[in-house]
Structure formats: structure tokens, C-alpha cells
């Protein structure tokens, strides 16, 4: 069926979304409102409160709110929310918590803390010409058009740290940049670097038509590009660790330690070399870290845009995680590149994203950098751990055959037959669908 396209979709109440999407879309079947429906809050403010933070809003997309207890961080104990859908990942972290809780747990290093943006410009002069006249000039302006926009940030202890120019002639004709570091203290500061660079922008516009520096025609020749922050912040590091004796990484599938250590650290280098196997190593230490991000209120687009960046910054995609064994001392870290805020955006209008602000003790940005490393590398611990030992797939079908039970329609009395079914046996689609039929007295 071919479908008409719609003006001012945005201006029909929400009703009238639905009535325009079950009619051009599900063939009038009404059934389909209450799937939407169903997913309203009674609580008809709350409600409201989540329509407005997004545009066209039909109903509420859950997703499970769970919690790793038992993460020991710089020597303090924390819970930490999760929100995801994919199952196993909740178990995991919590199952890496505990394993190192008696061996002095997570530590973590803030290494740097800047957030960086850029305006791009083009302009057809010589670069020393410009380069003089950044030095003597621009920069200063460029500071003072911005006071009163970094003025609250300056005295919260952040602002504008440095501004630079950068020649990108070899690479795009007549092509520079405005790089701009920033400290944003405890907010992600997306909206904070944006406002200062399109100041940059009209500053560099209007310093440029006032200068006696340039000719008329290398004045017109200027078009700014756009001014917009990067989510690749690699000066803005936060490093989570563990260590322990080799001895201690006792594991309960019966491997012996040193030979853990052995192949965990080989698994470690494959991911370090190889970018096929990098990439789904990576996802897991993301599966931690974005869990974390979505349930206090920051942007996983950013997080996951930035860690991968940051993963191919020598040209090839590579762990995110490393891995030493010297004089039996077992170290496994991971250095994340991390730009997050406790303050601002959702953070203080979402009720669950306020709760896990203050489960998590009202962290800074900073502290709140390092709990995300922290799960990133709890994450990555727990699948590793996993894929050297028995295997992913006993983890994760046992976490997975709730998903099945609940597509079978099976009852909460069936659900119980088949944890206990399966107690010592591992879960296969298959055999969860046979056993199901037998006993239902489908077949025998
Ligand atoms: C699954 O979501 C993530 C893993 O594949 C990660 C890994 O292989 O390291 C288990």
C-alpha cells in the first residue's frame, strides 16, 4: 500500500496522531491504540513530563531499571543503576562487583577533564597573515565577546581554557578552524560550548570586516561553516582499574588461576589487534557504560560516538580495555573517554534519572566519569571471564529463556518448572520449545 505523506503532523493533538497512524499506517486496526495506550502514566502530569522532552510523543518506551549492587569504587561502596534492555548484562556487572569487592575493588584516575568545539571556516588569505592576526587580535576578542555567556561557568570554576587556530589548508582548501577547549565543571556543557562558539563565529565575522589587516576581497572570501562542539573528546580521560595476584583469580569453572590470567590477557591482545573481534569486545564494555548513562540522564549517542573515536585513534579500531601480568601481578584497565554532566538537560526533571543521582550519592561529572569507567570495565571483565571459561552462551540463555517462556505464553507455575529443568542443564532454543510441548502433552 502506498502511503500519503502529511503536513503539520506536529500540530495534531496526540489523539490525532494516533487516529492519523492507525489509519494510513495499521489498516485501521484500533487494537494498535492500546498497545500505545497502555503505556501512558496514569499520573497524567508525569505523563506530560515525559511528552515534553521529546517531539510527537505517542506513548512511553519502557525499558527495565535494574541495579549491580556491590561495586566497591575508590574505596567506597555503590549501587548502580542500569537501564537496559538486553538480558545477562545486569547479572554480569553485578557477578564483576563481586568478584573483585575482596580484592580492593575499582580504582580510578581522572587523567584530563577538557571538552573541545570548533568553528569551521573558510577563508582565501595567507596563513601567516592570519595566524598574526588571531594572535594580536582575534583571540582577546574572541574572549571578551563571550564574557557574559561563560560568566556563570567562570564562576562555577570552569569557561573557556584555550582557543587555538588550526591550519587545515592541506587537507580542504582555504579551510581553518577555531579549536576551543572548555571545562564545563559538573554539566555535559553541549549547550554551554555551542552558544560560545557561535559567538566565535559572529566575533570572527565582525573583527574580520573591521581589520585593516586584510584586502576586501580576502574579507569576502570569509564563510563560516558552522560552530558546533566535538564528541570526540580524548583530553578528557577517565582510567578505571583493577589488580590483583595472579593466585587470587580463582574462577569457579575449575580453570586454574595462572591459566585464567593466561587467556584472559590473550583475549585482551586479540581485541587490541584485531578489529573484528575489538568491535564486539568493545560493545560489551559499551552495554556497561551506556546502561549507566541512559539512567542518569546523559546522551549514549555521545558516550558510544566518542568511545569508538577514541578506539580508532591510531588509525585501527582497538580495545578499549588492556591487560598486563608482571611478577604475577594480574592488571586489567580501561581508558575512557567520557563527556557527562550531573547537572542540567534531564538531570533534574527526569524523577528516575534524579533517583539514580542520588543513589549513586550525588556524584560530580568527574565522580560520575569514573562509575561509568568502572562499569565499562566491570562489563568487559564479566563477558571475558565468560568467553574464556564456559563459554557466553550458558550466561546467556539462562537470563534469555524468561524471554522465550514469555513468547511461549508460558504460566509463572511453568516458568518455575523451567528454572528448575534447567538448573544443571544448558538452555537451547530448542530444547526449551521440546520440553515445553512435552509438557503441555503436545508430544512426548
Ligand atoms: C554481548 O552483548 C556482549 C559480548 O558479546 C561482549 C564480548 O564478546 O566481549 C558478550
Known amino acids: 500500500m502506498n502511503h500519503k505523506p502529511i503536513e503539520g503532523f506536529s500540530k495534531l493533538s496526540k489523539q490525532g496522531k494516533i487516529d492519523w497512524l492507525i489509519n494510513e499506517y495499521l489498516q485501521g486496526n484500533k487494537e494498535y491504540q492500546n498497545i500505545l495506550k497502555q503505556y501512558w502514566n496514569e499520573n497524567v502530569e ?18 527495565p531499571y535494574g541495579i549491580a549492587p556491590n561495586f566497591l569504587i575508590d574505596g567506597k561502596l555503590f549501587a548502580l543503576p542500569m537501564a537496559v534492555e538486553e538480558s545477562s548484562v ?15 575493588g575499582f580504582k580510578t584516575t581522572i587523567i584530563n577533564n577538557e571538552k ?22 582575534l583571540k582577546k576578542k574572541l574572549l571578551e565577546a563571550t564574557e557574559d555567556i561563560t560568566s556563570n561557568m567562570r564562576k562555577r570554576g570552569g569557561g573557556i581554557l584555550d582557543i587555538k587556530l588550526v591550519d587545515k589548508t592541506s587537507e580542504m582548501p582555504n579551510y581553518y578552524q577555531l579549536k576551543a577547549s572548555f571545562d564545563t ?11 560560545c562558539l557561535e559567538q566565535f563565529g559572529k566575533t570572527l565575522k565582525q573583527e574580520m570586516t573591521i581589520s585593516e589587516e586584510f584586502t576586501q576581497e580576502e574579507k569576502n572570501s ?30 569457579d569453572s575449575g580453570i586454574s588461576p595462572e591459566e585464567f590470567a593466561r587467556k584472559f590477557k590473550q583475549a585482551v591482545t586479540i581485541a587490541e589487534i584485531e578489529p573484528f573481534r575489538a568491535t564486539t569486545h568493545n560493545k560489551g564494555v559499551m ?69 539514580s543521582l542520588a543513589l549513586l550519592g550525588k556524584p560530580s561529572a568527574q565522580e560520575l566519569m569514573s562509575i561509568l569507567a568502572v562499569s565499562g570495565l566491570a562489563q568487559n571483565f564479566a ?23 514469555n513468547q511461549l505464553g508460558a504460566t509463572e507455575q511453568e516458568k518455575q518448572h523451567f528454572v528448575t529443568y534447567f538448573k544443571d542443564k544448558t538452555v537451547s532454543h530448542h530444547e526449551v520449545i521440546h520440553e515445553f510441548n512435552r509438557m503441555r502433552g503436545q508430544i512426548n
Open 185 to 195: 565543571v559538573d554539566s555535559m556543557g553541549a549547550n554551554f560550548i555551542n552558544s
Open 90 to 104: 545486569v547479572a554480569a556487572a553485578s557477578k564483576a562487583a563481586k568478584f573483585w569487592i575482596d580484592k580492593g
Open 222 to 251: 570569509l564563510q563560516i561553516v558552522m560552530n558546533i562542539l566535538s564528541n570526540f573528546t580524548p583530553d578528557c580521560i577517565v582510567r578505571a582499574e583493577v589488580s590483583c595476584k595472579m593466585e587470587d583469580l580463582k574462577d
Open 287 to 355: 552495554n556497561g557504560v551506556d546502561a549507566v548513562v541512559i539512567a542518569t540522564g546523559n546522551d549514549f549517542r555521545a558516550t558510544e560516538a566518542c568511545a569508538h573515536a577514541y578506539a580508532a585513534r591510531d588509525g585501527q579500531y582497538r580495545s578499549l580495555t588492556h591487560c598486563t601480568i608482571d611478577h604475577d601481578v594480574f592488571r586489567f584497565w580501561i581508558d575512557l573517554p567520557i563527556s557527562v554532566g550531573v547537572v542540567g538537560g534531564l538531570t533534574n526533571l527526569h524523577p528516575l534519572v534524579k533517583f
Open 383 to 405: 563477558a571475558l571471564r565468560s568467553l574464556v571459561t564456559t563459554g557466553i552462551q550458558k550466561g546467556h540463555m539462562k537470563m534469555h529463556l524468561l524471554n522465550i517462556l
Open 46 to 63: 508525569l505523563q506530560k513530563l515525559h511528552e515534553e522532552f521529546s517531539e510527537n510523543t505517542v506513548s512511553n518506551f519502557y525499558m
Open 116 to 137: 573541545l568545539g570548533h568553528t569551521h571556516f573558510i577563508l582565501n588569505v595567507e596563513s601567516h597573515k592570519l595566524l598574526h592576526f588571531f594572535n594580536f587580535s
